[in-house]
């Protein structure tokens, strides 16, 4: 077959795979939408992976009409965000771009999505999200009165930011999922994969590290202390939870590399030490991934894991 007809084939497959996902969504009323979430990326996974972006634009803008045609509209939108995503992801795979670049733009390309998901789309809907978090922030007061444990909590952690972090941490998710399904199907269809990189090799800028630190230092700060600003607020404990987190997930990878590397007759007990850290002193394991970041342990940890250290 000719190469442009089996491009427009291909094209061509992909609308009907995904007009006839929205379709089948819409007769059985949105029952499969959040199943279909998870689908909806890959034809243009598949078609940009293997015609590249430019070819699977006019293709991408042809799947956002099927979608608002023939399907319901809170499973069109996720349709075209699902698209999108696949297309990026796509155009990613056809770069030959390495897997941490691939899965980190899918991420916030998923967190970017996930937030208009909830306000824009919230907004066309006629859902108040302002209202319906006052409601749960005065459900939450009404809880927290009952004990000084409780009061501490809620003066800390407000409605807005458990919000913020849920979406958040929905599209690093999704995200993540995508990347998988994605890897799978290619695999399965003998198409080229994005470039695998070692645990070992993530490796991020030590820059990173100390805005991390920072993070953490303004999250413990506002454990104790409350700003006049609400929105300041949030937006610290948000980044400042994030930055622990981040913190702490760069402390156990370095601690599965250099343990292993300078400790080998520890390798049996990291697990059990890594459960004790996280659960028990987790300021701790954060430090690490701090150290682990900023200064050399990377390094020299990689160094010996390839000299057989």
């Known amino acids: 077959m000719n190469k442009e007809v089996r491009k427009i084939t291909d094209g061509a497959m992909m609308l009907a795979i995904i007009g006839a996902a929205v379709l089948l969504d819409r007769q059985f009323a949105g029952l499969f939408s959040g199943y279909l979430l998870w689908f909806f990326p890959l034809p243009m996974v598949f078609y940009t992976s293997k015609y590249g972006l430019k070819n699977a634009l006019p293709v991408l803008a042809a799947s956002a009409l099927v979608s608002l045609m023939l399907g319901l509209a809170f499973?069109?939108?996720?349709?075209?965000?699902?698209?999108?995503?696949?297309?990026?992801?796509?155009?990613?795979?056809?770069?030959?771009?390495?897997?941490?670049?691939?899965?980190?733009?899918?991420?916030l390309l998923w967190v970017i999505l996930e937030f208009l998901a909830a306000f824009v789309f919230a907004g066309v809907i006629g859902y108040d999200i302002t209202a319906e978090l006052q409601d749960y922030e005065k459900l939450l007061e009404m809880f927290s009165s009952a004990s000084p444990q409780g009061e501490m909590l809620a003066s800390v952690i407000s409605v807005k930011t458990l919000f913020v972090m849920s979406i958040?941490?929905?599209?690093?998710?999704?995200?993540?999922?995508?990347?998988?399904?994605?890897?799978?199907?290619?695999?399965r269809l003998r198409m080229p994969l994005p470039q695998a990189v070692p645990v070992r090799d993530w490796y991020p800028p030590k820059w990173t590290g100390y805005l991390g630190l920072a993070c953490m230092v303004m999250y413990f700060y506002l454990f104790t202390h409350?700003?006049?600003?609400?929105?300041?607020?949030?937006?610290?404990?948000?980044?400042?939870?994030?930055?622990?987190?981040?913190?702490?997930?760069?402390?156990?990878?370095?601690?599965?590399?250099?343990?292993?590397?300078?400790?080998?007759?520890?390798r049996g007990w990291l697990l059990p030490l890594t459960v004790f850290l996280l659960f028990g002193m987790m300021p701790a394991l954060a430090a690490f991934g701090f150290l682990y970041i900023a200064a050399d342990l990377h390094e020299r940890a990689v160094k010996g894991v390839n000299s057989g250290i």
Not at 245 to 252: D, R, S
């Open 226 to 266: 409350t700003l006049p600003n609400e929105i300041l607020q949030s937006a610290g404990q948000t980044a400042g939870l994030f930055g622990t987190l981040y913190l702490v997930m760069f402390g156990v990878i370095g601690l599965w590399i250099v343990i292993p590397a300078k400790y080998p007759f520890m």
């Open 168 to 187: 958040v941490t929905l599209g690093i998710m999704e995200g993540y999922i995508t990347h998988v399904i994605a890897k799978v199907m290619l695999k």
């Open 75 to 107: 499973s069109s939108f996720y349709a075209i965000c699902a698209s999108v995503c696949g297309t990026v992801y796509g155009a990613g795979v056809h770069a030959k771009k390495d897997s941490r670049y691939i899965v980190v733009i899918t991420m």
